[in-house]
Nanobody, 113 residues
Framework: QVQLMESGGGLVQPGGSLRLSCVASESSINPRGWYRQAPGKERELVARITSIGFTSYADSVKGRFTISRDNAKNAVSLQMNSLKPDDTAVYYC?????????WGQGTLVTVSS
């Protein structure tokens, strides 16, 4: 079964940091980014990275979040610094398998004092 295994969510105070990780269960899956969905809002793109390392970010996270990939482990990570309450959401890893999108189960990030 195709899987994306996410980890790293949790509760953090404003200004704190978290690191999310996503590992694909098969080499044919290409993890390529992170999305998030806050309560009552639509899912939105947070950051994306190509297979050769080109990155793009949502304006709201530029300068605070960094996406990276480890091709040997078939994994992507999201380093989140200077977290704000508005960053509270369920974060989803996104990947592509052929022409099919694959999603992780989501990991909750809560930014609160």
């Amino acid at each position: 079964q195709v899987q994306l295994m996410e980890s790293g969510g949790g509760l953090v105070q404003p200004g704190g940091s978290l690191r999310l990780s996503c590992v694909a269960s098969e080499s044919s899956i290409n993890p390529r980014g992170w999305y998030r969905q806050a309560p009552g809002k639509e899912r939105e793109l947070v950051a994306r990275i190509t297979s050769i390392g080109f990155t793009s970010y949502a304006d709201s996270v530029k300068g605070r979040f960094t996406i990276s990939r480890d091709n040997a482990k078939n994994a992507v990570s999201l380093q989140m610094n200077s977290l704000k309450p508005d960053d509270t959401a369920v974060y989803y890893c996104n990947a592509i398998l052929g022409n099919v999108e694959v999603w992780g189960q989501g990991t909750l990030v809560t930014v609160s004092s």
